[in-house]
């Protein structure tokens, strides 16, 4: 009794030890897992916005923004050839109603093109009450998910209020929440009831050990009656003919069924805003400082725009590196990441018209070991890549390149 | 087990000994539900999985290929030991309804109560028809290759029929996004999977439509021939697996 007594004393102490210690709700959706060279070099996504972050069940929400597609693709992942634009969710909180690539409207997945330059929407309705971190992301096929930047929703209000309507082409009016169940219920009882009726036939009789026995003493004809072989031939010719009748019953009453879609949407890039040909950027060098926790990029700046630029963000993996000197480049919306500091220059003279500059950029940030992008150095691909932003304060507008180098550690 | 006993001096369990036999008898029914409630439902999960989960998985070529396909394994196998051993023609039945019992289970509270999908979503599909064609076929002709060719053929062939009733509806066409969609994929798209995206669907693949666009039967038939040869496969694995060699030897 002793010798017992310790293990289950062992357990009741240990039961409370872990009822006192809290245990966080995982809040992330594995975004920094990825290797740092998928999440630099294929999907890009800037300027992401969300309507609201705020809002109650039934109320609309929508998720804008733009990507580019990089050029400098992984030679190690599948080019984009069908990718799904999704939302990350902890289950249908939201239901998603509609989605525009580049002002299509589009439902299947689409193939992208590397250099190609896309804006998003996806529009979309609260159902479940709670506050959820979400992000937009890319489902690409065979390499997996790149995530955009999330937001933390509130959706409030009452889970019985959600309604989601939708019409037919026929023109019926159906509730999808509601849709099929009470007839899928009925058909499972309906064979549920057969199969039950079934096995209740045999299990009231004595079974195991009395009819091994009896097998064994050769009485098998005693353990299968006229009565059983009546009821088993009905239940053979019956049960098809049954089955087939039903389902020309349902065949006639959905003629217009149609299969399941399996179509790919077609959708063309928009006419170049990355890499657009007026301000070029070229990586010539990178090398990555692991002490100082500093990207230090040697690019080639030709201005053949009209007015002076001067570089004000370098933006990868939805972290954002800010010129602190530029002072109309802020904190934006629906940004994961921003480092106002993290972004200077050995020359932050304006970059003239015609002007050819080699400028050195420090992109310094602990944000480079948090969000687990300097375990590029440790990839078999350790190219760095990202968005360069250029700024023409005159004309108020702005250039954006799709840069890429080979990234060299320096240990100390 | 016992030594074969001569027909003439068979004697009937009668009081204690018959009430103990049918005390068995409960017992072994009550686990073997569960088990196979447990091992058919993991089984069909880890290899049906999405084409049984989702609603907008459920097209005409894959699904009624390869769900009958697993769906027999079990049946076959349980089949040979209560019919061999005990001449029992439940084993089909008593297998797919354990299944569906844990489909059910999971669906309501996994998927619907825990994940928040609406249960329509998820509807599991059945296949108690093609159980008591099996299990009856298998009765009435006491014969392995019988069974194998007609029961396993017709296990395949009543499969899409049955679930058409539950899932037809659901292939009514709307008007989505300046395109044709079904009710069903409709779905897929409306409740956002994170893991799901839409080109993961193993749905219409291959060139199986160009026989004038009759996808359906021809896949039936063709889990028609595969499920003649799964039975026996599954059969001689549940017999296998109900050997009492060891027993013998303790």
């Known amino acids: 009794m ?57 109320d609309e929400v929508s998720v804008s923004g733009k990507f580019h597609v990089a050029e400098d693709w992984p030679i ?13 969710t902890p289950g249908p909180v939201l239901i998603r109603t509609e989605r525009y690539l580049n002002g299509k409207p589009w439902t299947n997945s689409v193939a992208l093109e590397p250099g190609g330059d896309y804006e998003f929407k996806v529009v979309m309705k609260g159902r479940l009450p709670g506050r959820y971190h979400i992000h937009p992301f890319f489902n690409l096929k065979d390499a997996g998910q790149v995530m955009g930047p999330g937001v933390w929703l509130d959706i409030g209000g009452d889970p019985s209020d959600f309604s989601n ?43 195991f050990i009395s009819r091994y026995r009896m097998l064994d003493a050769g009485l098998e004809q005693e353990l299968i009656t006229d009565r059983d072989k009546f009821i088993a031939k009905a239940v053979l010719a019956g049960v098809p003919v049954l089955v087939l009748a039903l389902n020309a019953v349902t065949a006639n009453r959905y003629p217009d069924a149609i299969p399941l879609q399996a179509g790919l949407d077609r959708i063309l890039p928009l006419p170049a805003q990355v890499n657009a040909g007026t301000v070029n950027v070229d990586a010539i060098k990178a090398e990555y400082n692991v002490a100082q926790r500093a990207m230090l990029l040697q690019v080639s700046v030709d201005n053949r725009s009209q007015g002076a630029v001067r570089i004000g963000e370098f933006s990868s993996s939805n972290v954002h590196f800010m010129n602190a000197e530029l002072a109309d480049v802020g904190h934006m919306p629906g940004k994961d990441d921003v480092s106002n500091n993290g972004l200077s220059l050995d020359n932050n003279a304006p970059i003239a018209p015609g002007e050819q500059r080699t400028v050195t950029i420090e992109v310094r940030d602990a944000a480079w070991e948090s969000e687990k992008l300097d375990g590029l150095i440790k990839d078999a691909d350790s190219r760095v890549g990202g ?26 | 087990m016992s030594a074969q006993i001569p027909i003439s001096t068979f004697k009937p369990y009668r009081g204690e000994k018959a009430r103990l036999a049918r005390a068995y008898d409960y017992l072994i029914l009550v686990l073997a539900l569960f088990l196979f409630i447990g091992s058919f439902h993991l089984h069909f999960a880890l290899t049906v999985g999405d084409w049984d989960f989702w609603v907008d998985w459920k097209d005409r070529q894959w699904w ?66 093609g159980a008591l064609v099996l299990d009856t076929l298998l009765m009435l002709t006491n014969s392995l290759t019988i069974t194998s060719i007609f029961g396993g053929a017709a296990f395949a062939l009543l499969f899409y029929p049955t679930n058409w009733p539950i899932f037809g509806m659901f292939h009514q066409p709307v008007e989505v996004a300046n395109s044709q969609l079904t009710i069903a994929d409709l779905f897929g798209f409306q409740y956002i999977r994170t893991g799901m995206p839409e080109y993961l669907r193993i749905i219409e693949r291959g060139t199986l439509r160009t026989y004038g666009q009759y996808a359906t039967p021809l896949a039936a038939f063709c889990s028609a021939l595969l499920c003649s040869l799964m039975y026996p496969l599954w059969w001689y694995i549940g017999k296998w697996f109900a050997d009492t060699r060891y027993l013998k030897s303790i």
Not at chain 2, 93 to 99: K, N
Request: proline share 7%; net charge positive; aromatic share 16%.
């Open chain 1, 76 to 88: 190690s992942v599948p080019k984009p050839e069908a990718s799904f634009l999704n939302i990350s």
């Open chain 1, 165 to 207: 309507t939708i019409k037919t082409i026929n023109g019926e009016m159906i509730d999808m929440e509601r849709f099929g169940f009470a007839n899928g219920i009925f058909w499972h009882l309906f064979w549920g009831v057969l199969a039950a009726g079934w096995l209740l036939w045999w299990v009231r009789r004595p079974l």
């Open chain 1, 2 to 58: 002793k010798v017992l007594f310790k293990p289950w004393l062992l357990a009741l102490l240990c039961l409370n030890v872990l009822s006192v210690l809290t245990v966080p709700t995982a809040q992330a959706h594995g975004e920094k897992a990825l290797e740092p060279f998928i999440r630099m070099r294929t999907i890009q996504w800037y300027d992401v916005q969300w309507s609201t972050q705020k809002f109650n069940v039934n």
């Open chain 1, 387 to 412: 968005l360069l932003f250029l700024y023409d304060d005159v004309m108020g507008k702005r250039y954006i390149s799709s840069i890429s180098a080979a990234v060299i550690p320096k240990f100390n």
């Open chain 2, 64 to 129: 009624p290929l390869v769900t009958p396909l697993i769906g027999i394994t079990f049946p076959a196998a349980v089949q040979s030991v209560l019919w061999d051993k005990f001449r029992l023609p439940l084993g089909a039945t008593l297998c797919v309804a354990a299944l569906l019992i844990g489909t059910w289970v999971t669906r309501v509270f996994a998927y619907h109560y825990w994940n928040y999908f609406p249960i329509n979503m998820v509807l599991p599909a059945t296949m108690i028809p």
